[in-house]
């Protein structure tokens, strides 16, 4: 089965550094999200992105998140920067419809990012 | 708004036993309702949703949910767990009407022992 990829897997960063992180969705998918989990909380959505442009956000994607969809292939997400809240595992997902309309989401393995 | 209760941490079940997973939400409108399974160093996986039609929906890996909408509730089933199964599980809900934002549970630990 097709798989979406994150890398890094882990990223160690200083409070108020810039972090990028990558995605490489489905090949045939057009919808792409950002999700997260704080350890021992809840996966939180942050953001979903169709057609090159943000189609929804959660309160917490605020001015210090972007995402950006450069080529064909990569969705990244970037925090500008870092405050120690922003510990958490990162998720890519894809899906080829809009969530809910009869389609599935496919997670990536996640990012765990560790701000010091 | 819509919310999503899982109300065990954790459930212990012996191999070949059934196992149930609860799970209950919260919408305005009507619900989509889904599964997500995670093992260790992997992603959420689908299991199974439910949009319309059939309250009793079954997915991969012989699991299946009911949807009981007087209830609210979307309880995880097998009708005899593997130790494979152990994992962690994510129910999620979407509202019909609110977009195309999941929101998750906090997950529930399922412990299958031989």
């Known amino acids: 089965e097709p798989e979406v990829t994150q890398t890094p897997s882990h990223q160690v960063t200083q409070m108020g550094q810039e972090v990028i992180l990558r995605c490489v969705p489905i090949s045939n998918h057009l919808y792409f999200y950002w999700y997260r989990q704080i350890l021992g909380q809840k996966v939180e959505f942050l953001v979903s992105f169709y057609n090159n442009e943000i189609s929804e956000k959660s309160e917490i994607f605020d001015d210090q998140f972007s995402v950006e969809r450069p080529d064909g292939s990569n969705f990244t997400l970037k925090i500008r920067s870092t405050k120690l809240e922003d510990s958490a595992m990162y998720f890519c997902?894809?899906?080829?419809?809009?969530?809910?309309?009869?389609?599935?989401?496919?997670f990536g393995s996640g990012t765990q990012l560790s701000v010091l | 708004a819509q919310s999503v209760a899982q109300p065990e941490d954790q459930v212990n079940v012996a191999e070949g036993n059934p196992l149930t997973v609860k799970c209950t939400y919260s919408v305005s409108g009507n619900p989509y309702l889904f599964w997500y399974v995670q093992y260790p160093n992997r992603g959420l996986q689908f299991l199974l949703k439910?949009?319309?039609?059939?309250?009793l929906v079954k997915g991969s890996y012989g699991f299946e949910a009911e949807f009981n909408k007087s209830q609210t509730s979307f309880h995880l089933k097998k009708p005899s767990a593997l130790v494979s199964d152990s994992a962690l599980y994510f129910c999620?809900?979407?509202?019909?009407?609110?977009?195309?934002?999941?929101?998750f549970g906090g997950g529930t630990r399922l412990m299958v022992k031989p």
């Open positions: 999620a809900v979407r509202d019909q009407n609110a977009g195309n934002m999941l929101t």
């Open positions: 997902a894809s899906s080829d419809r809009r969530t809910g309309v009869n389609e599935k989401l496919f």
């Open positions: 439910y949009i319309t039609g059939d309250n």
